[in-house]
């Protein structure tokens, strides 16, 4: 029999079966996607009921007359987060044993930890998209016209997978799915300090000072430049540049203590 | 070519809080075709062993080969000839059984349609054909057995390493267990299994080694093991301490148990009245007396000092069943 047991053929089967096991438990996407949704929602109930169409000079002028063009940023980032599923798949297959059984067989190491990692970059292009669909049927509308959308979504996915290749380092290297869980309350001072729902103007004191060294500041706001304020290319840079930055650290990590994991003991 | 070939092999896991010498040297040999039995208690080192000779642990000293390929240095080259049923079943539940057969048909290179073949006559082969659609979840624990090993068989390899594949099955389906390990034997497959089950390696293994605190204590066929005993095991009981005290002085090499002391000779029914002419000279009562052929529990008695926990089992389980 003709026999292919390429590195990709083998990526491509080990990402099918974990896609079939994501698709299993619909259930599980729903969270994340609720909490993202609930942003969207509630900011916009809350203020943009009230304050709708304000002209500038009221303490809402930065949301210029549209909250959903500045909330959405919010909302996707906490979207993106759904990458952080890639360190729990992979841990579960090492607490069931089926990580094991992989290694007994000759398949490469690396499609066994890409495989996860592929499926979290899917959920949150999944998820990221669905919340921005959202968002666009209630009016959200960039300043820079719809290519503003691919910014935000690429921003998004990029921030994604720094949160996949951090919770697959976490997971890994406390062995279990608790672990795994915990580091997704990374989550909490990634948006609580950061300008989620004023500007960063408007934050006083130490949360200003937290802000200042949280990535998500500049990855909120470079996605806000997009959708309310126009071209600002230099905003743009330091949301590209924190989000990747985070990614390639959190994915060198993932690497090293993957590597670790499937080292014989 | 010997299929297993295992040389003095050790295993300590070595951390900041505790240093554990699972396996202290553990050396056997396998044939081609044969069904080899690791039998021991938990704790004994046989995963450990079943690890190491699988590739999956590192072998501290010694040295192991499978058809004359080094597992150390060859790893690569005996993952494709061997198939390993962990303990720890790593199975996915999410999955029904026939997505797990394909998909494993296809780790291992077959095509799409290979695999749909393959998948098939695995499915009949461990008997799971009626329950291939059902998610794995649902399967009850001889299923996922079955499944575990079909799914080592996957590449039809020449060897197979059974760790303890009946543990916690009711007799039904350890049975059923039996027969295709018996079968896959019979086929040409060897087979390295692990048990803490006395009548399974009995009922299995062409030969058995006993395996204690991380050491080979004993090795042969079944009855090599029994004959090894020496003759006959007379089983003396008593109904107060004093008297097992003063036999005990009194017949010498006796192993107690509980209220028993026995011990082993050649041609045992005609010493025993002997041996009750002694006791009662020196008004030692015994409540009753027995000479049997030594059983696979005599054996693991005799070199290890204890009896197996859990060898029990399967006559209490098959005696619930009965009633
Ligand atoms: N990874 C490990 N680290 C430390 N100790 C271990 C490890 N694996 C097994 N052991 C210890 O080694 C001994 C043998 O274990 P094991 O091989 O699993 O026995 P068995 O399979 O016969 O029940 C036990 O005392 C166990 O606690
Ligand atoms: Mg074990």
Same mark, same amino acid.
């Given at each position: 029999?003709? !026999? ?50 304000? #002209? ?23 979207? !993106? ?13 090492? *607490? ?14 690396? #499609? ?27 009016? @959200? ?12 979504? !690429? ?34 001072? @990634? ?14 004191? =130490? ?56 080292? /014989?003991? | ?97 026939? *997505? ?7 780790? =291992? ?56 594949? $009946?543990? &916690? ?8 267990? =039996? ?15 692990? $048990? ?51 036999? /005990? ?24 009245? &002997? ?15 027995? @000479?049997?052929?030594? $059983? ?7 070199? $290890? ?11 209490? *389980? ?6």
């Amino acid at each position: 029999m003709k !026999s292919n047991r390429s590195f990709l053929v083998q990526l491509q089967i080990l990402t099918k079966r974990m896609v079939l096991r994501v698709v299993r438990r619909p259930l599980a996407e729903l969270p994340n996607l609720i909490i993202s949704a609930f942003f969207l929602f509630v900011y916009d109930g809350a203020l943009g009921g009230v304050f709708g169409g304000t #002209a500038s000079g009221t303490p809402f002028d930065f949301a210029k007359g549209n909250f959903i063009n500045f909330i959405l940023p919010v909302s996707i980032v906490s979207a !993106s987060l759904s990458g952080a599923a890639s360190g729990i798949y992979l841990v579960e297959d090492i *607490e069931s044993g089926v990580f094991k059984r992989y290694q007994s067989m000759p398949i490469s190491r690396w #499609a066994i930890i890409l495989a996860p990692m592929n499926v979290g970059a899917l959920r949150v292009l999944l998820q990221s998209g669905l919340i921005l669909f959202i968002g666009i049927i209630i009016g @959200a509308d960039p300043a820079v016209g719809n290519i503003g959308f691919l910014i935000v979504l !690429s921003i998004a996915f990029i921030w994604g997978m720094g949160f996949a290749g951090y919770s697959v380092a976490a997971g890994v290297k406390s062995g279990s799915s608790q672990g795994a869980q915990a580091a997704t309350f990374l989550f909490f001072p @990634a948006i609580f300090l950061a300008p989620t729902f004023v500007p960063r103007e408007a934050l006083k004191g =130490w949360l200003e000072t937290a802000a200042a060294y949280n990535p998500t500041t500049y990855v909120i706001e470079a996605m806000r430049a997009v959708m309310v304020d126009g071209w600002e290319l230099d905003i743009l840079f330091r949301g590209y540049l924190s989000a990747g930055l985070f990614a390639a650290l959190t994915l060198t990590l993932a690497v090293l203590s993957a590597r670790k994991a499937t080292e /014989k003991a | 070519m010997l299929a297993v070939d295992v040389k003095n092999i050790k295993k300590t896991f070595v951390s900041k809080q505790d240093y554990v010498e699972a396996v202290k040297d553990v050396s056997f040999q396998v044939k081609q075709g044969e069904i080899f039995g690791l039998l021991g208690p938990n704790g004994a080192g046989k995963s450990t062993t079943i690890l190491m000779l699988t590739t999956l642990l590192s072998i501290t000293e010694g040295s192991a080969s499978i058809l004359g390929l080094d597992v150390s240095s060859k790893d690569k080259e005996v993952r494709e000839k061997i198939g390993v049923a962990l303990q720890d079943t790593g199975i996915d539940n999410l999955l029904t059984g026939r *997505e797990l057969f394909f998909t494993t048909c296809r780790l =291992w290179g077959y095509s799409n349609k290979d695999s749909e073949k393959r998948t098939t006559e695995l499915l009949e082969l461990v008997g799971l054909m009626e329950a291939a659609d059902r998610r794995v979840k649902t399967y009850s624990g001889g299923m996922k057995r079955r499944l575990d090993l079909g799914l080592s068989l996957v590449h039809s390899p020449e060897i197979l390493f059974l760790d303890e594949p $009946t543990t &916690g099955l009711d007799p039904g389906s350890r049975r059923v267990l =039996w027969d295709e390990i018996k079968r896959l034997r019979d086929n040409g497959v060897t087979i390295i299994l692990t $048990t803490q089950y006395l009548e399974e390696a009995d009922e299995l293994a062409d030969r058995i080694a006993i395996i204690d605190e991380g050491l080979v204590v004993a090795e042969g066929t079944s009855d090599e093991l029994k004959a090894g005993i020496g003759g006959d095991v007379i089983t003396f009981a008593f109904e107060n301490n004093n008297d097992l005290e003063n036999a /005990k002085n009194i017949l010498k090499n006796t192993v107690q148990e509980k209220n028993e002391l026995r011990i082993t000779v050649e041609d045992g029914a005609s010493k025993i009245p &002997g041996y009750l002419k002694d006791l009662g000279s020196n008004g030692v009562e015994v409540s009753s007396v027995s @000479a049997n052929k030594p $059983t696979l529990d005599d054996v693991f008695l005799e070199v $290890t000092g204890y009896r197996l926990e859990g060898s029990e089992d399967i006559t209490n *389980e098959e005696e619930k069943r009965k009633r």
